[in-house]
T-cell receptor, first 113, second 113 residues
Framework: ELKVEQNPLFLSMQEGKNYTIYCNYSTTSDRLYWYRQDPGKSLESLFVLLSNGAVKQEGRLMASLDTKARLSTLHITAAVHDLSATYFC?????????????FGKGTKLSVKP | ETGVTQTPRHLVMGMTNKKSLKCEQHLGHNAMYWYKQSAKKPLELMFV???????ENNSVPSRFSPECPNSSHLFLHLHTLQPEDSALYLC????????????FGPGTRLLVL
């Protein structure tokens, strides 16, 4: 059974600082997604990582995937308040339910002035 | 309308009521999904429909009954729910089942009294 763990679950950081969110998963997969959710809103797709070593960047966010370590990171550079949200990673399950996404619990990020 | 829409956005119902949630996608996708998002739990997949055919039922109680009349519309019929069913119910769609980014609707916030 594929399990996805994110850490930290809560992150309070100051504007201008850098930080990394980690996403570990338990079984083989080569497709990982990062989503953002604002309070009371739906999930917005940020990145899809398709292969080992994949790196994607958008603004102050950069995501990477290491399929051998079963680890993805979401790096935040020089955080600003607008990045405050909950970030989810989701891994595509190739086990019993091909095509289904298994989500982590989410990391609630709060960026303070 | 663009993207994935859901109605109603908020719903309060008693345990003996029957209600339905509606989802519509305007993206020309072939797969649609229902998810449940509860506080302190990861996003849980409930049902998957691919080309109108149900491909996944993730051990969901029978008080939740999905219906997919065509590839653009998805319903979740609710009857005799329990207070623990209170949650945010999210609909999503993707071009195909698996190997494709899922796009989420705004969700229906359900409260069962």
């Amino acid at each position: 059974e594929l399990k996805v763990e994110q850490n930290p679950l809560f992150l309070s950081m100051q504007e201008g600082k850098n930080y990394t969110i980690y996403c570990n998963y338990s079984t083989t997969s080569d497709r990982l997604y990062w989503y953002r959710q604002d309070p009371g809103k739906s999930l917005e797709s940020l990145f899809v990582l398709l292969s080992n070593g994949a790196v994607k960047q958008e603004g102050r966010l950069m995501a990477s995937l290491d399929t051998k370590a079963r680890l993805s990171t979401l790096h935040i550079t020089a955080a600003v308040h607008d990045l405050s949200a909950t970030y989810f990673c989701a891994v595509e399950d190739y086990g019993g339910s091909q095509g289904n996404l298994i989500f982590g619990k989410g990391t609630k990020l709060s960026v303070k002035p | 309308e663009t993207g994935v829409t859901q109605t109603p956005r908020h719903l309060v119902m008693g345990m003996t009521n029957k209600k339905s949630l509606k989802c519509e996608q305007h993206l020309g996708h072939n797969a649609m999904y229902w998810y449940k998002q509860s506080a302190k739990k990861p996003l849980e997949l409930m049902f998957v429909y691919n080309f109108k055919e149900q491909t996944e039922n993730n051990s969901v109680p029978s008080r939740f009954s999905p219906e997919c009349p065509n590839s653009s519309h998805l319903f979740l019929h609710l009857h005799t729910l329990q207070p623990e069913d209170s949650a945010l119910y999210l609909c999503a769609s993707s071009q195909d089942w698996g190997r494709a980014t899922q796009y989420f609707g705004p969700g229906t916030r359900l409260l069962v009294l």
